[in-house]
């Protein structure tokens, strides 16, 4: 996956917001306020891209189990958060059903009442 297709696959979903609210460097994608990605653009730019995304605890320990390129979350809770590698490995369609899972865990984290205001928004 490359910078473009994980940039528009993220800002496609449903209310998502970009931000770089630690420095320069760290794009994060929120909902609800909310990270659910991020990802340091420096290390796209020495091709050892990888992007922070949330995931099921369980599912977590399994994934990581299976593949190399995925590995407790970076200067994040290793509990909540995976560290994908994207050196091409791992097809897209498979990163793309990683960065739902960790849309749809934080959605499903938000109060009822934000859920529904983005819901109701406009794609």
């Known amino acids: 996956m490359n910078l473009e297709t994980y940039y528009e696959y993220c800002l496609s979903k449903k209310g998502v917001s970009e931000h770089f609210p630690f420095d320069e460097d760290t794009l ?6 909310k990270m659910f990605a991020l990802s340091s653009l420096s290390q796209w ?3 050892e891209q990888s992007v922070n995304l ?6 977590a320990e ?3 189990a299976e593949y ?4 407790p979350g970076f200067h994040m809770s290793k ?8 050196n ?4 897209t369609s498979f990163v793309k059903e990683l960065i739902d899972h ?3 865990l934080v959605f499903k984290s938000l109060t009822k009442k934000i859920q529904n205001e983005i819901i109701e928004l406009e794609n």
Do not use: M, Q
Not at 28 to 33: A, E, L, T, Y
């Open 54 to 59: 949330k995931c099921d605890p369980e599912r």
């Open 62 to 64: 399994e994934l990581r």
């Open 102 to 104: 960790s849309y749809e």
């Open 68 to 71: 190399d390129e995925i590995k």
């Open 88 to 91: 091409g490995n791992l097809p």
């Open 28 to 33: 994060v994608f929120k909902v609800g306020g």
């Open 79 to 86: 509990v909540h958060w995976n560290t994908v590698a994207l």
């Open 45 to 47: 730019e020495k091709n």
